[in-house]
Nanobody, 123 residues
Framework: QVQLVESGGGLVQAGGSLRLSCTAS????????MGWFRQAPGKEREFVAS????????DYADSVRGRFTISRDNAKNTVNLQMNSLKPEDTAVYYC????????????????WGQGTQVTVSS
């Protein structure tokens, strides 16, 4: 069982930056690929970024590539999402998720989810 807790959301002006963090329970954190997803009001959940258990491979949605960076610290059981050059369309609830094995973009393949953290970008 893995429990995930996100933090770091908030309100920021367009062009600004935020750093989201997700802390996981458990002693096998490095066995899990981690992902960040987001859901805006009235829209479906969408993939943002994912990172392999070792941290050596990552993947980004086209909409965030070049602006967002995913990273992890397996010694601290944390995964981070550094978000730069934020746009109003990045406004959403951001969720951290874990899946055993390799990275994936499909949310339904992730086994564990955090409660979400709100990110609001004003224009």
């Amino acid at each position: 069982q893995v429990q995930l807790v996100e933090s770091g959301g908030g309100l920021v002006q367009a062009g600004g930056s935020l750093r989201l963090s997700c802390t996981a329970s458990g002693r096998t954190f490095s066995s899990y690929a981690m992902g960040w997803f987001r859901q805006a009001p009235g829209k479906e959940r969408e993939f943002v970024a994912s990172i392999s258990g070792s941290g050596g491979t990552d993947d980004y949605a086209d909409s965030v590539r070049g602006r967002f960076t995913i990273s992890r610290d397996n010694a601290k059981n944390t995964v981070n999402l550094q978000m730069n050059s934020l746009k109003p369309e990045d406004t959403a609830v951001y969720y951290c998720a874990a899946r055993y094995g390799w990275i994936a973009r499909e949310g339904e393949t992730y086994n564990y989810w955090g409660q979400g953290t709100q990110v609001t970008v004003s224009s």
